[in-house]
């Protein structure tokens, strides 16, 4: 405590003692002793008033240990079993886990990872694919400010993910590799990549370009071929040198049959190859033989319109044309679909198309948008405006139960521009996004879905959506959000059979290293949403009579089953409604292809330039004691004692105005009692 606080209290004492002394004991009453215990608690109240005021405190120093923080990431894909090095891995993770150097130098954790980082329990080495950088990158987020030891066992093979070699690091944090596998460089030829369409039209001619690679020092020969359901459809010979390394290759076939097609390309493998599972790759093409032609009508030009073009073209069974309510040619008159983009008195012929056809149709009305027409034109939805333009911000709306918004982030979505007024919608509707002005939500639909007994119809309120395009790739890198939402109207808009109760979604399909997942949704007499139906879903392979049962379970506005356990092969299966008739039928194939299985040699060489980068060195598995020695032994790693000052207030001031109160309230109690109040 401060020497000046002292001086302050003692001084403060003295006054409270004077001040006793002078009220209650003069020469006549020193010898009572009454007015000694009256002094005595007057000294103490004011005494403890004082305190108060000068409030003294003093500083409290602890000390602790801080340790460096040591991070053990143990490679848990299945290429570690391929390459043998299953046994050697838990050994080394126990081993460092359980040394007592480290221990009392660091503080020691232990994780796994393949596809995600998880805490370490146990190995499994049956992740399908190897993101290294993910890791690396959490761990740097923790580094803040401390030294990190990340130890990384793993053959340096990466699967998935941004490239690790490339990712920053932090002055503090040092990775020591631990290179697992077989660091011995074999001659292979290798598929690197195939690229192709997931769908083409019958007779139309189909790309599939092809990336092939040779690691070796001489030149070879091979065979590149393609076929379809196991007829040779494409060959050509291609020889690798030392100096033509990789070589592109770009085969163009014809679609000839629809349906599912098998196309398997590979690459002849020489004598002796030591891995030749990368030298086939086997895809899936589903050959259509017709489009769904969708038309966006505008009188105007708005950046909205190509926005919505390319959204709806990145499913390739779509075609998208632009045309004017004027024009000749009038391409509206044949499509499947219609965009209807801030209709005016133009419009009157193709309103003409919608009641005779019956076609389903999109409507994007904003402020340029002939209400007076609109309203007259047609009956499903009216609005009163009241001529005042604003800007109206989307609300997602929790409730809407038609299809999946689960995955539709609006976060910072930019406002649409419309008019204030009342909306009026006549027919049954769901509004997947309501109106918010200025922060608040008023009960007006910004986009809704809405059920005909014909066809179906939706309403977007608002020009600009082209800027939610773009926002969607500054939240996430990608346009999926916004391309995932119109998908999903066009899909709702493209509903044929009216009287379909159950729904399925699902791709026809799928690599091995992803879950097959299979989308069902289940509607009641008046086609809303049924969340309290029990579906189960059979499934079994082509060739075989038995077939296992699923219960597939509630989600956001659907039922959905992933099947992640299957092998590869043809499926075919049922989805039956508990309790009633209703059933639906679909296959899919699991594609024979392991993403762990592609390269067999450890690639040591990225590993070192991954230590070299952030201040570590690369070590092998016989190199486990060398590595202790070295993390031991490194002065940058030692234990740091921190010392933490805390100022801490002598006194507590709820017991002290205690204290205060009785004294002052015994004082009261004495004087009243002996008749001197």
Known sequence: MPGPVLILIFLGALLAFMLAWWHYLPRSRRNSRLYRALALLRFLSIFGLILLLINPKFTRTSYDIEKALLTVLVDN?????????????????????????????????????????RPLDSLSFSDQATNISRPLQSLKDVSIGSNTVTILLSDGNQTLGEDYEFISHKPEQRIFPIVAGDTTTYEDLRLDRVNMNNY???????????????????????????????????????TFTKETPAIQVTAKLEAQNTGLQDVRVSLLSFDNERNTYNNSRQLSLEVIDEKTKIAIVSSLVHPDLGSLKTAIEQNEQREVTISSPRSLENTWEDADLLILYQPDRAFAQVYDVLKTEGISALTIVGPRTDWSFMNAVQNTFSMSTYGQAEEIFPDLNGSFSIFDTSDFDITDFPPLDFELGDITIAADYESVLDQKVKGVLIEEPMLAMVRGQERNEAILFGENSWKWRIQSYRNEGNFQTYDGLIAQVIRFLDLKKRANRLTLEYEKSYQGVNAAEIVARYFNETMAFDGNASLKLFIKKREETSSREFPMLLRNGYYGLSINDFPAGDYEFTVRVEGTDITRSGGFKILDFDV?????????????????????????????????????????????????QNVVSLIDFRILLAAIAICLAAEWFLRKYNGLI
Do not use: C, H, W
Request: aromatic share 8%.
């Open 77 to 117: 894909s299945s290429s570690m079993v391929a390459s043998d090095s299953a046994v050697t891995l838990r050994e080394i993770t126990s081993r460092l886990a359980q040394n007592k150097t480290l221990q009392d130098r660091f503080t020691v954790n232990t994780m796994a990872f393949g596809e995600e980082m």
């Open 200 to 238: 083409a039209y019958l007779k139309n001619t189909f790309p599939i370009e092809i990336f092939t690679s040779y690691s070796g020092s001489g030149s070879r020969t091979s065979v590149l071929s393609v076929s379809m359901n196991g007829q040779t459809r494409f060959q050509q010979n291609v």
């Open 596 to 644: 762990e299985k592609q390269l067999v040699s450890s690639n040591y060489k990225k590993m070192a330039r991954l230590a070299n980068a952030s201040g570590g060195s690369v070590f092998y598995v016989d190199q486990v004691d060398q590595l202790i020695d070295d993390l031991s032994n490194r002065n940058e790693f030692l234990p740091v004692q921190k010392s933490n």
